[in-house]
């Protein structure tokens, strides 16, 4: 079964940027769809982008758009992302998750989840 290992989360001040790193084990990044979901404390999970098998095409939520890059690499077996302007808003849970698909874009898409990574911004 694939698992995953995210990477890169901490303490990061208001306006500055984030980079997180995902390794997908156990089976090959080329077969799944990719996605860096968040869940801030009392909130849903939230889909912020996704990227498809072959990393050809990629998925931003519009609310977050210009803030989000993704990127994958399939050789490397891994998926990160990078969000810039950072509030505290910001401050959740970030997971990386898998999706058995050409590019799912809905959280309920995703069957394979990392631990997460607690990503907290100071003011």
């Known amino acids: 079964q694939v698992q995953l290992e995210e990477s890169g989360g901490g303490l990061v001040q208001a306006g500055g940027s984030l980079r997180l790193s995902c390794l997908v084990s156990?089976?090959?990044?080329?077969?799944?769809?990719l996605a860096w979901i968040r869940q801030a404390p009392g909130k849903e999970r939230e889909l912020l982008a996704a990227v498809s098998q072959t990393g050809s095409s990629t998925y931003y939520t519009s609310s977050k758009r210009g803030r989000l890059h993704i990127t994958k690499d399939n050789a490397k077996n891994t998926v990160a992302l990078r969000m810039d302007n950072l509030t505290p808003e910001d401050t959740a849970v970030y997971y990386c998750a898998a999706a058995q698909r050409t590019l799912a874009i809905t959280v309920g898409g995703y069957e394979y989840w990392g631990q997460g990574t607690q990503v907290t911004v100071s003011s």
């Open positions: 156990g089976g090959y990044a080329d077969a799944y769809s």
